[in-house]
Nanobody
Framework: QVQLVESGGGLVQAGDSLRLSCAAS????????MGWFRQAPGKEREFVAT????????FYSDFVKGRFIISRDNAKNMVYLQMNSLKPEDTAVYSC?????????????????WGQGTQVTVSS
């Protein structure tokens, strides 16, 4: 069982940066691939970024590639999402998720554990 708690969301202007954090409970954190997903009002939840259990492999959605960076600190049971050059279309609730097994994947249905999410609002 893994419990996830996100933090770091807020209201920013276009072009600003934010760093989201996700604290995970439980042991053997490195056995879990971690992902960030987002859901805007009226839209489906969509994949943003994922990182393998050892932090070596990462994948990004096309709309954040080059702007967002996912990282993790297995000693602290933390995963982060550094978001740069934010755009109004990045406005959404951002959730972190954990997948059993260290292989990073982009499919949301493969993630078993989800946090409550943190709101990110980008004004133009």
């Amino acid at each position: 069982q893994v419990q996830l708690v996100e933090s770091g969301g807020g209201l920013v202007q276009a072009g600003d940066s934010l760093r989201l954090s996700c604290a995970a409970s439980g042991r053997t954190f490195s056995n879990y691939a971690m992902g960030w997903f987002r859901q805007a009002p009226g839209k489906e939840r969509e994949f943003v970024a994922t990182i393998s259990g050892n932090g070596v492999v990462t994948f990004y959605s096309d709309f954040v590639k080059g702007r967002f960076i996912i990282s993790r600190d297995n000693a602290k049971n933390m995963v982060y999402l550094q978001m740069n050059s934010l755009k109004p279309e990045d406005t959404a609730v951002y959730s972190c998720a954990a997948k059993g097994g260290p292989q990073a994947v982009t499919l949301k249905h493969l993630y078993s554990y989800w946090g409550q999410g943190t709101q990110v609002t980008v004004s133009s």
